[in-house]
């Protein structure tokens, strides 16, 4: 999406690209394209089966077209990709990750993952500032992957999880750990307060089609805190996959398109070491195949 007047953007290895225009030129299911571009990315997500092998045709049009297409100008300013209306988000789901928390996990084969959700209004894109909360003294990064539903169902098998992700993109959990723990209630936990003020999900920079990442359990997943590595590590190393979580989430609701999943993050977060976020640092995380997204990290506006 771009900025100011938001609209769909195609992108491609030749560069980014104005959706309506480029398949109002080519042509080709006119009608669809309207249709589909008329109700947003969230709308595509809805008509994922209809909508995929079109945008893969597009993108294959504007690549073999060369100069025929005109790339978006510098100027062009991504958003966030759409706004999910449900985030699930999976918590503990690297060992390591869990180690450096000091959370003592059970067994996987005695164990289901463990779920929260996050608020829709935590979501910003690329290049938008995270806002640090006056009350916040631990705030900390999370690079995830995340996993976007395409299409819906209730109790689907791992087996055929996958068939159900409609596309891939990078999430950052920013988390306020002194605002998860709360002392005035017999709950020790308040990851809702913790993790979904808003700014707090920079999402982005695109979404990259389930088709185009393959297998989701070997990409690398890194972060770095004003230029300096913090998150080096695998997808491989998930104690849940991908698919299991799919599987899990749909045997207690129904997932519907265009919710998504952000998968765990693995250690190196700065809760492990005591180092957190502070006006003017700039995070960028990253996910091989996906891309990355990059934010800087402000204080709340006073007055």
């Known amino acids: 999406m771009i900025r100011d007047e938001v609209r769909p953007v195609l992108v491609t290895e030749q560069g980014v690209y104005d959706l309506a ?173 913790g993790k979904s003020f808003d700014t707090f999900a920079p999402l982005g920079p695109w979404l990259v089609p389930a088709a185009c990442i393959g297998d989701p359990q070997s990409l690398r997943l890194t972060l770095d805190v004003n230029g300096t590595r913090k998150q080096d590590d695998s997808t491989g190393s998930m104690i849940f996959s991908v698919a299991e979580q799919i599987s899990y989430l749909s045997s207690i609701l129904t997932l519907r398109p265009g919710d998504l999943i952000a998968t765990g993050t693995p250690d190196g977060v700065g809760m492990g070491t005591g180092e957190f976020l502070n006006c003017g640092d700039i995070v960028t995380a990253a996910v091989e195949k996906v891309g990355a997204i990059t934010n800087p990290i402000r204080s709340m506006p006073v007055g």
Request: proline content about 6%.
């Open 21 to 193: 225009l480029v398949a109002r030129l080519t042509g080709k299911d006119a009608q669809a394209w309207d249709k589909w571009i008329s109700a947003g990315v969230a709308g595509m997500l809805d008509r994922w089966l209809d909508v995929a092998p079109a945008l893969a045709a597009l993108a294959e049009n504007v690549a073999a077209a060369g100069p025929k297409y005109e790339p978006l100008g510098t100027g062009t300013q991504l958003c966030e990709p759409y706004r999910p209306i449900r985030i699930f988000a999976t918590a503990s789901n690297y060992v390591e990750h869990a180690q450096e928390m000091g959370t003592v996990l059970a067994a996987k084969s005695e164990s289901q993952p463990y779920v929260f959700m996050k608020a829709d209004s935590s979501v910003i894109g690329p290049d938008a500032a995270v806002i640090l909360p006056e009350r916040a003294q631990k705030v900390d990064w999370e690079v995830e992957l995340a996993a976007v539903i395409g299409i819906g169902g209730r109790d689907i098998p791992v087996e055929k999880a996958l068939d159900h992700v409609a596309a891939y993109s990078v999430i950052n959990d920013i988390t306020s750990r002194d605002l998860t723990r709360r002392s005035d209630f017999p709950f020790k936990f308040d990851w809702f307060r």
